[in-house]
């Protein structure tokens, strides 16, 4: 049920999303970018791609880059189509989180920005990412923190005026989600940028035990 709201909302906003979100967009993606360390030589999985905004950034330093992008809205996927036109070594498909249509230990990196608190089941989620990332792999997942403020205000009103919207996580109900998933934390933190954006990044590997 809520991936079929989710996917009619961003269908309907696609066109506007990047210029809508431009400020928030360019401030999360360049985080990620910076803090996941991505080689050019990695085959890399953006989970929930939304416009392609992260491919764009990747592509701009390594237009080399093998990059799936995997969304539930058909719309935005048309734009990060179009954005990624010229590099063949992108690709883009119409895929849930829960149910990733590749075999498994496909990826050296999965990354997935601001799409964690639409999860209907985040630890499916999760066992999937892990199970088409390669053993020696990570997975670099970026959304909002439920320990800043102003993050609970709007996970609390976002539940009663956005069918869209799951939950957003603490840090520590986030790493414990890994957890559970058979996933480490390698590295991990959390931050502010502008006064409501409360934000957590953690970077995690396949437990080998
Ligand atoms: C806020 S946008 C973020 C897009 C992009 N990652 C970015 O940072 O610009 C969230 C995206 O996640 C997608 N999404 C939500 N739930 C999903 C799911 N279960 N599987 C795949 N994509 C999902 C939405 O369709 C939307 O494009």
């Known amino acids: 049920m809520s ?18 979100w431009s400020t928030y967009i360019a401030k999360t993606l360049s985080f990620l970018k910076t803090w996941a360390h991505i080689s050019p030589e990695a085959t890399v999985l953006d989970i929930g791609c939304g416009t392609g905004e992260f491919e764009r950034l990747l592509l701009t330093e390594n237009p080399q880059q093998m990059i799936t992008g995997v969304d ?30 590749f075999a498994n230990n496909s990826f050296d990196v999965i990354v997935s920005a601001s ?6 089941d985040p630890e499916t989620s999760l066992k999937e990412m892990r199970r088409v990332l390669k053993p020696d792999g990570k997975v670099v997942i ?14 609390f009103v976002l539940k009663f005026v ?48």
Not at 87 to 99: Q, R
Not at 142 to 155: H, P
Not at 163 to 178: N, V
């Open 162 to 209: 956005d069918p869209a919207y799951k939950q957003c996580y603490t840090q520590r109900e986030f790493h414990s989600l890994f957890t559970s998933a058979q996933f480490d934390i390698k590295c991990a933190t959390k931050f502010r940028f502008g006064i409501i954006w409360g934000m957590m990044i953690a970077t995690a590997t396949p437990q080998t035990y």
């Open 3 to 20: 991936e079929k709201v989710i996917r009619q909302q961003y269908d309907q906003v696609a066109n506007l999303y990047d210029r809508r």
């Open 72 to 101: 539930i809205s058909e719309e935005m996927l048309l734009v990060a189509k179009q954005k990624c036109r010229a590099y063949p070594n992108v690709s883009f498909l119409t895929a849930s989180a829960s149910a990733l249509p």
């Open 115 to 120: 799409t964690f608190h639409y999860f209907d």
């Open 142 to 155: 970026l959304d909002w923190c439920k320990d800043y403020l102003l993050c609970r205000i709007c996970d």
